[in-house]
């Protein structure tokens, strides 16, 4: 197939471009390669990109663009002609969203009423999202259910992305575009984001600088590998939303609809604490922390846990990689892309020196 993959300079679209080239799909990407985390990890990704598409079968395409800019998008649409769109461009972040909440506004809105536009008008077959298990908010019922209401998100990035469910749902039964949501749970692995902890836990362990842990370390997450959800992101986008028959006016369930629209968990569905979390960090590294321990953050959910039986019923399958693996695969990455030796003055002699990601 031939298949547009916006945001495929990041984490997660970066795997997924990646992932479709190896399995022989043409793959475009758009991408605007901002520097709200340090390009050159982005840079990084699409050289890779570049070498992967090289060896496969399928034709690559990168685009540089803002999807805020109606008119790059609506070129990008009239130049081909896709079987799926993948859209997993966003401006991330939970904190950043208390600082620059325009800045979601031009990314999370505005870019995506231009990726639905475009959906509608080229009679695209399935556009599959990234939302965010940040959607729930407030619910303390677990484990999170796309059954439950999301209504109360706690920060601007959740609501942002509680909007695109409802802005797609809304095109779904217009329409007849088909729509799924993937709302995604704590997303590590190799190639990660510099500003989310796993990154800047082992940047500062490496260093000798204490770690901030935020509500004393007592919360628990998800955590899911980036392999689970790419998996999880393909199986979706290959088999198309429908209308749910039995749909029920009188008692709507939220998940789906009388219209080509669906909601989906992505998630490990085995939540631990930071805590445990920080140990595996530890042990990868062979390395203790030095630890400061913080109040909640505004704007942090206390626990998450994802129930990911829907997205095993539906596309059949369930995410398992174990967080203790997972942090061994990331810190491997992580010492080979820094060029990282494994004495622990040379690492911190390192990062120092070569490694600039600090959030911009």
């Known amino acids: 197939m031939k298949i547009l993959v ?30 709200y985390y340090d390009p050159t990890i982005k840079e990084s990704r699409l050289a890779l990109l570049d070498q992967t598409a090289a060896q496969a079968s399928g034709r ?36 950043y969203s208390l600082e620059n909440p325009l800045s979601y506004v031009e990314s999370n809105l505005i870019g995506f009423t231009n990726i639905l536009e475009a959906c509608r008008y080229a009679s ?30 706690l920060q601007f990035y959740a609501a942002t992305k509680k909007a695109n469910e409802m802005m797609a749902h809304s095109y779904s039964h217009l329409f007849g575009l088909p729509t799924t949501g993937l709302r995604f749970f704590t997303v590590y692995g190799p190639w990660g ?49 429908t209308s749910t028959q039995e749909w029920n006016s009188d008692c709507p369930d939220p ?38 321990l913080l ?17 095993e019923a539906k596309v059949g399958y369930k995410p398992s990689m174990p967080v203790s693996q997972g942090v061994e695969n990331f810190i491997s990455w992580y010492r080979d892309y820094y060029s990282l030796n494994k004495t622990a003055a040379e690492n911190a002699e390192k990062i120092i020196n070569k490694a600039s990601i600090s959030l911009k």
């Open 6 to 35: 916006t945001g495929h300079a990041g984490f997660i679209g970066f795997h997924t471009a990646k992932r479709l080239l190896e399995r022989g799909d043409s793959v475009v990407g758009i991408d605007n390669v901002n520097d």
């Open 60 to 95: 690559y395409i990168s685009i540089r663009a803002n999807l805020a800019n109606q008119k790059a998008v609506a070129q990008c649409f009239d130049e081909h002609r896709f079987d799926r769109v993948i859209h997993l461009a966003a401006q991330a972040g939970v904190r």
């Open 124 to 153: 695209i077959a399935h556009l599959t999202y990234a939302s965010t298990s940040s959607v729930y908010g407030a619910n303390t019922r677990m484990p999170f259910s796309e059954h439950q209401g999301a209504n109360h998100p």
């Open 193 to 241: 984001r510099p500003d989310m902890a796993l990154f800047k836990f082992a940047k500062k362990i490496l260093a000798d600088e204490p770690i901030q842990i935020f509500n004393y370390g007592r919360h628990t997450r998800d955590f899911t590998y980036v392999d689970d959800i790419v998996e999880g992101v393909i199986r979706a986008s290959d088999d198309i939303a």
């Open 255 to 292: 998940a789906n609809s009388s219209a080509p629209f669906r909601l989906f968990n992505i998630g490990n569905n085995n939540p631990v604490t930071i805590g445990a979390y920080i140990e595996a960090i530890e042990k990868a590294l062979g390395k203790k922390a030095i630890k400061e």
């Open 295 to 311: 109040p909640l953050q505004p704007g942090d959910v206390l626990d998450t846990y994802a129930d990911s039986s829907e997205l």
